[in-house]
């Protein structure tokens, strides 16, 4: 079981950029997976979550309206569209399954799977 995030890298402000999780071990359309987002030294903030059955999608207030979650049950994969990027999206972002929870509840599911963060860095 793994997820594998890539897509990450150097942008400037205005700018968009995609990330992917590929997930492994298990179908993306069993289990809630979302995005998280860390600076160091700062709490790990929750970005964006899709929920099992896709038919709750959750956003962080700082990025509604600018990020959005796509899921492709072919391809396994969950993604994260990112437009109008802005230098306080600077972070390494996560994607990680169970994300509804926190959410809805501000909890992290014990179960939950990580997958290795990808560095976003959005500077002129």
């Known amino acids: 079981v793994q997820l594998q995030a890539s897509g990450g890298g150097l942008v400037q402000p205005g700018g968009s950029l995609r990330l992917s999780c590929a997930v492994s071990?298990?179908?993306?359309?069993?289990?809630?997976i979302g995005w998280f987002r860390q600076v160091p030294g700062n709490e790990r903030e929750g970005v964006s979550c899709?929920?099992?059955?896709?038919?709750?999608?959750y956003y962080g207030d700082s990025v509604k309206g600018r990020f959005t979650i796509l899921r492709d049950n072919a391809k396994n994969t969950v993604d994260l569209v990112m437009n109008n990027l802005k230098p306080e999206d600077t972070a390494v972002y996560y994607c990680?399954?169970?994300?509804?929870?926190?959410?809805?509840?501000?909890?992290?599911?014990?179960?939950?799977?990580w997958g290795q963060g990808t560095q976003v860095t959005v500077s002129s």
């Open positions: 071990g298990f179908t993306v359309d069993s289990r809630a």
């Open positions: 990680a399954t169970d994300c509804v929870g926190y959410f809805t509840n501000s909890y992290y599911y014990p179960g939950t799977i």
């Open positions: 899709i929920s099992r059955t896709k038919d709750s999608i």
